[in-house]
Structures are given as structure tokens and as C-alpha cells.
Nanobody, 118 residues
Framework: QVQLVESGGGLVQAGGSLRLSCAASGSIFSINTMDWYRQAPGKQRELVAGITLRGSTRYANYANFVKGRFTISRDNAKNMVYLQMNSLEPEDTAVYYC?????????WGQGTQVTVSS
């Protein structure tokens, strides 16, 4: 079973950037959609961005609150998924999780903390 490990979180000032990485322990070639979610203290986990393969084309979708600021990408050859986060705001403070679903089974990483100071 493929496992996910996130990295790249940290403390950054508002307006700064971070790049999150998600390393899969096995091939993600056959996984259509890979996602990033986040969960802030006291709030529900929410979808941030997803990237879907249809043939050789990658389709990305974003939550409205990150459009134009975040970019999701994937490198199937390296079994990696990335989230480039620019123009970070204090409201982006959360634990960020990498995720995919196969059939009815959800797989999550352990999360990486992102803290944005004002």
C-alpha cells in the first residue's frame, strides 16, 4: 500500500512563500487524482487543491481561497506531488495533508505544519 510523507512546512511571514512536497512510497502513476488538504485548529479539514491525470494531460483544481496564489504539480517519475504556496496569509496557517483515494480507501500523510505570521 502506498504511503505518503509530507515535508516543507514551517514558519513564514505574511506575503512569503513555501513549497510543500509529498513523497509517495510507491508508484502514483495509476492514481488519477492527488490532493492537498489542510486543517486549521478548531476547523474541519478542507480541500486546497487537486491534480488529475486524464491521459497525458494534467488538470488542476483549486479552492477559491487559494486561486492565483497556490500551484499544485506532480512528478509521476519521482512519485512526488508538490504545492507551491505564494503570497501566504495568516489565514493559511494549518496542517497540510497529502491525500489520494483508490476505490473507497482514503490514504493520508501525517501532515506538515504551515504557520504564517502577520
Amino acid at each position: 500500500q502506498v504511503q505518503l510523507v509530507e515535508s516543507g512546512g514551517g514558519l513564514v511571514q505574511a506575503g512569503g512563500s513555501l513549497r510543500l512536497s509529498c513523497a509517495a512510497s510507491g508508484s502514483i502513476f495509476s492514481i488519477n487524482t492527488m490532493d492537498w488538504y489542510r486543517q486549521a485548529p478548531g476547523k474541519q479539514r478542507e480541500l486546497v487543491a487537486g491534480i488529475t491525470l486524464r491521459g497525458s494531460t494534467r488538470y488542476a483544481n483549486y479552492a477559491n481561497f487559494v486561486k492565483g496564489r497556490f500551484t499544485i504539480s506532480r512528478d509521476n517519475a519521482k512519485n512526488m506531488v508538490y504545492l507551491q504556496m505564494n503570497s501566504l496569509e495568516p489565514e493559511d496557517t494549518a496542517v497540510y495533508y497529502c491525500h489520494f483515494r483508490l476505490g473507497l480507501v482514503d490514504t493520508w500523510g501525517q501532515g506538515t505544519q504551515v504557520t504564517v505570521s502577520s
